[in-house]
């Protein structure tokens, strides 16, 4: 029905559209407020850098001390420079810039580099500061990166806002850089190396710009083939994991992040004034976002050119073609140690080299060819291993021996770059003579290194990009309705918290899991031996007895666990001990009773699941190998809430444990796809109540018969928390307040609610339901079936960032099939917009067009706008799509022509309701 500029997340179909954020990185008009004459001081060097490479606008220097700067006329403020300002660069003292923010909100100025020093990193006074320049930007549409930076260089249209030497070459990579000294450091070194810069930022505080912002801002860019980042803390963790999920398909993201010793950590955070949480965590973090972590400065732009000019490969396995042994067995360990593998070589293809090579080849992977090869049997070799489709890639390895061709041999390989549909590398080892070889390849797009162990690593990098994508964007089983009981859960942490306590009784915690359809072993309490005994008679012997207290959590560790208890005398023997112990050690109200519960046979493999808080990412969950021994084997994963069964797995793949689970040494394998759901229905627990602090279950006995939770342990927030004040998690969970049973006139009952990655085949048959006028409309081109359902497109629509986007769906079930279907769908994205605005976009099914849904899901969506605090939305509609004008006029929009881009625009303020 209707297409609207950046509506789709998966298509930008009309090119690139002005953003926020190009006040500071394309502005036509630059003021520097600061601006010097006086040698050697940055307001000096801002003035011209900005003026000695012409970018395509206007600066004006603002000084009200000086009459010109650089012979250029300067203005005594802001709001007396004779043009409309976009971009105002900041060089003057800390306590100064609130007021010249003020003055640039008012005089219309959208973006603002604060090059001052003096802020956060100063302490309370500096935070007090930050917080009044945000208060003045906000009044405005204005952002700001900074303070404390170096500035923003976009090499490609010659603006340099930096204090640097000198401007970076143009090129296709972006780098972000919470360093300005080590920003420098590269722009140096990269005038040596020929390297070449789409744009040059260095971040600051990040007082309002943050990574998401930039992220989302380059992914953008035209100019932009790669983003790589030097990161010393996250800053606003959910912006940066909503951006990186989703450029992160399109253009590598690669980072290095400071901070992984603890000291390093401590060095870090003095650095920026920001916390830098566990760097186990943010390992999880950047997996869950498809960001690539490197751990070298050398790794960081090599892996961006590795990136920029290979196909990902489709899995570990790497085929290693060389004429020396040593080589290949140092590239071979590297590939291992790095987590990939050395492909098989298929009979066929065994086949085949034994045609053509020497009798004394390897026959086995690496694939040696003998120091005597010629440039040709490079090439055969090459051409044969690379389409057997055991290989995902392929490392070629050169040393110069007497016989060797190093250049005769790279442009033999030259043509291969490309046409193999997999990743093809090389080290051509040595120097001067090996020189011209490396170029012919680096030209043709063949990364070389300078030796084969760093090129498999590269390799390995390679395929954890792809892994940690594909994580991302597969399509998740359907987990069903949990059928989960949160009514219950609140009402007995609610009785928990009203009593004063911090931590749940494991009867009581065993009720929380139930609740959520987590499986746990039958229990109840007794107060007394004979209560006691009474409990272990109707279960049935042997039993278990275990402390119940409102005060103590770790029970092994007081003695306050007996198992295998056989008859009457054992178990009143054991409560009478267990209570006279606790009583003494500790005191007389500690020992609440015992927990009472059927001994259940050990015969399966005792599992950890788990939730804990990290200061910047919030929930992370836990999976791993469990028992009393956990703290001692270490074999986890870690992973942030929510999961879905594709998530779920891939936590469960990163432990040893997982291995065992599918069936070791004659065992029958345990059900991985239920212990999935369980996984799913544990991070919803996670993520729908949050005044849980700490949630373990250990044991979690895994067999081929059940999984049953033997044990558990929560722990709340302090009681005197404010709600307001409780951690979010990082990704936000699917808004189920969003979820409404609703009919449209003529009766046909409904569900409106969130899209969820689950929704992609239902996404499928809704395309097919769509005429060729309904799919121009809306995307205002024409576009086949097969583009509009590819994974890769559907993806990026299912599987959204619920604090970025917002999309509702309008679902029917088949009363007489059962089978559902997807009717309409509308979208709200705040991509590109400035804070407080988002853009929609609207979508309905052929059949029921014209029948009251379009009205009913647009009504419904504006009612998320105002829950989510949005104040504007607007839209922008082809001119012929009348009935998309008359809903949007009828739900109070305003509109008006544009005759320059031949639409409509609508906008709409909305009011918080008192």
């Not at 679902?811 to 089978?819: A, I, L, N, Q």
Request: aromatic fraction near 6%; charge should be negative; charged fraction near 25%.
């Amino acid at each position: 029905m209707k297409r609207f500029k950046n509506a789709d997340p998966a298509h930008d179909v009309l090119g690139y559209e002005r953003q926020a954020l190009d006040a500071i990185f394309r502005p036509e008009t630059v003021a520097v407020v600061g601006a010097t004459d006086r040698p050697g001081s940055v307001g000096r060097t801002i003035m011209r850098n900005l003026v000695s490479s012409p970018f395509g606008g206007t600066v004006f220097p603002v000084n009200a001390r000086r009459q010109n700067v650089l012979g250029i006329q300067a203005y005594p403020s802001v709001s007396e420079v004779p043009a409309s300002v976009e971009l105002a660069v900041i060089v003057a003292p800390a306590p100064a810039v609130p007021e010249i923010i003020r003055e640039c909100v008012e005089a219309g100025v959208q973006g603002a580099i604060i090059i001052s020093a003096g802020f956060r990193e100063t302490g309370p006074e500096g935070v007090e500061l930050e917080r009044q320049v945000l208060a003045e930007a906000r009044r405005g549409r204005m952002r700001i990166i900074g303070p404390n930076c170096l500035g923003v260089m976009k090499p490609n249209t010659g603006l340099n806002a930096t204090f640097a030497g000198a401007i970076a070459r143009p090129g296709n990579v972006a780098f972000l850089s919470q360093s300005g000294a080590l920003l420098t450091a590269i722009l140096d070194e990269s005038f040596r190396e020929n390297l070449g810069f789409s744009a040059f930022v260095s971040v600051g505080s990040m007082m309002d710009v943050g990574w998401g912002d930039l992220i989302y801002y380059l992914g953008d860019d035209p100019d932009t083939k790669s983003i790589v980042v030097y990161m010393e803390s996250v800053g606003d963790a959910a912006s940066f994991l909503s951006a990186a999920r989703e450029v992160a398909l399109t253009k590598p993201i690669i980072v290095i992040k400071a901070g992984r010793t603890e000291a390093a950590g401590k060095a870090a955070a003095s650095h920026t004034g920001s916390l830098t949480g566990s760097d186990e965590v943010l390992d999880a973090a950047f997996g869950r976002s498809g960001v690539l972590r490197v751990d070298e400065i050398s790794e960081l732009f090599g892996m961006a050119e590795v990136l920029g000019k290979q196909p990902r490969p489709k899995g570990p396995r790497l085929t290693i073609l060389t004429n020396a042994g040593g080589p290949a067995v140092l590239a071979t360990d590297a590939l291992i140690g790095g987590g990939g593998e050395l492909a098989g070589i298929s009979p066929e293809t065994l086949e085949s080299l034994n045609e053509f090579l020497p009798a004394p080849w390897s026959h086995g992977n690496p694939v040696d060819v003998l120091g005597d090869a010629d440039p040709e049997r490079y090439e055969r070799t090459l051409e044969t291993a690379a389409g057997d489709p055991e290989s995902d890639g392929l490392l070629v390895v050169l040393t110069p021996q007497a016989m060797t061709d190093p250049t005769a041999t790279a442009e033999r390989l030259a043509p291969y770059a490309r046409s193999t549909g997999k990743p093809v590398l090389a080290s051509w080892m040595g120097g001067a003579e090996v020189a011209a070889g490396e170029s012919i390849l680096n030209g043709a797009g063949i990364p070389t290194f300078d030796y084969p162990d760093t090129a498999a690593r590269a390799f390995t990098n390679m395929w954890k990009y792809t892994y940690n994508l594909r994580g991302i964007y597969e399509t998740p089983e359907p987990t069903g309705e949990a059928g989960a009981d949160r009514e219950r859960v609140e009402e007995i942490i609610g009785r928990v918290r009203d009593s004063g306590r911090a931590i749940l009784t494991e009867f009581e915690a065993k009720q929380v899991l139930a609740a959520y359809g987590i499986p746990t072993v039958e229990t109840e309490v007794a107060r007394s031996p004979d209560e006691a005994v009474g409990l272990a008679e109707r279960f049935g012997y042997p039993v278990v007895l275990k402390l119940d207290s409102e005060t103590i959590t770790h029970k092994t560790d007081v003695g306050g666990v007996r198992l295998n208890l056989k008859d009457a005398g054992e178990v009143r023997q054991a409560y009478e001990e267990m209570e006279s112990s606790i009583s003494e050690a500790y005191r007389p109200e500690d020992f609440g009773g015992a927990a009472i519960q059927p001994m259940v046979s050990l015969d399966g493999y005792e599992l950890i699941v788990g939730s804990s808080l990290d200061p910047q990412f919030g929930p992370v969950l836990l999976f791993g190998s469990g028992g009393s021994l956990v703290e001692v084997y270490r074999d986890r994963a870690l992973a942030l809430p929510p999961l879905t069964t594709t998530l779920a797995r891939r936590m469960m793949e990163r432990t040893r444990i997982f291995e065992a689970l599918g069936g070791v040494r004659g065992r029958a394998p345990v059900d991985v796809g239920t212990l999935e759901k369980l996984l799913v229905r544990f991070s919803q627990l996670v993520v729908e109540q949050p005044w849980i602090k700490e949630l373990d279950i250990n044991p979690l006995l895994a067999s081929p018969e059940r999984l049953i939770a033997l044990d558990a342990r929560v722990v709340l927030h302090d009681p005197l928390t404010r709600e307001e004040d409780l951690p979010r998690t990082a990704i936000r969970p699917y808004p189920t307040q969003y979820v409404s049973a609703e009919e449209i006139p003529d009766g046909t009952p409904i569900v409106v609610r969130p899209i969820r990655p689950e929704d992609e085949p239902l996404m499928v048959k809704f395309h097919a339901s769509l005429s060729e006028e309904s799919v121009y409309m809306r995307y205002f081109h024409m576009m086949k079936l097969d583009q509009r359902t590819a994974h890769e497109r559907l993806t990026r629509i299912c599987f959204i960032d619920y604090d970025r986007e917002m999309a509702l769906v309008a679902e029917r079930t088949d009363p007489e099939t059962g089978e559902r279907e997807i009717l309409g769908v509308t979208r709200l994205s705040r991509r590109g917009a400035p804070p407080g605005e988002a853009e929609f976009s609207i979508l309905v099914s052929d059949r029921f067009q014209r029948r009251g849904l379009g009205t009913l899901l647009l009504s419904r969506l504006l009612e998320v706008g105002r829950a989510e605090g949005l104040r504007r939305i607007t839209a922008e509609i082809l001119l012929e799509n009348h009935p998309m004008q008359r809903i949007s006029r009828r739900l109070g929009f305003n509109l008006r022509r544009d005759t320059e881009e031949m639409v409509m625009k609508a906008d709409l303020d909305l009011y918080q309701p008192a």
